[in-house]
């Protein structure tokens, strides 16, 4: 089993690291790569959260509560504490129609 975070953003690593979270980094996801037990954090699209929760994964999202001004720039590992970062555990999945 493996634990890997999807993240672009040496913030958000600097934010885990900060947090006791040991992870992989990753900048892009292969959700065929996932297995059954992993654990995969960042900030996916749902699509994505669903094919890994599919695989029998588990996905726990990064969420905060930003500013509108906040978005759409760099944060730092402060600002994300700042906007009450945290990491939140989700079962995904698509409903067939």
């Not at 990064?62 to 939140?88: H, N, Y």
Request: aromatic share 8%.
């Amino acid at each position: 089993m493996a634990t890997y975070f999807v993240t672009a953003h040496q913030g958000a690593l600097d934010w885990a690291r900060r947090n006791g979270i040991e992870a992989e980094p990753l900048t892009h996801l292969d959700p065929a790569a996932i297995r059954a037990g992993d654990t995969v954090i960042g900030t996916l699209p749902v699509h994505l959260a669903a094919a890994i929760c599919a695989r029998g994964a588990r996905y726990w999202h990064l969420s905060m509560d930003m500013p509108q001004d906040a978005r759409r720039r760099e944060l730092a590992a402060d600002d994300m504490e700042r906007f009450g970062a945290r990491l939140e555990e989700y079962e995904v999945r698509r409903v067939k129609q």
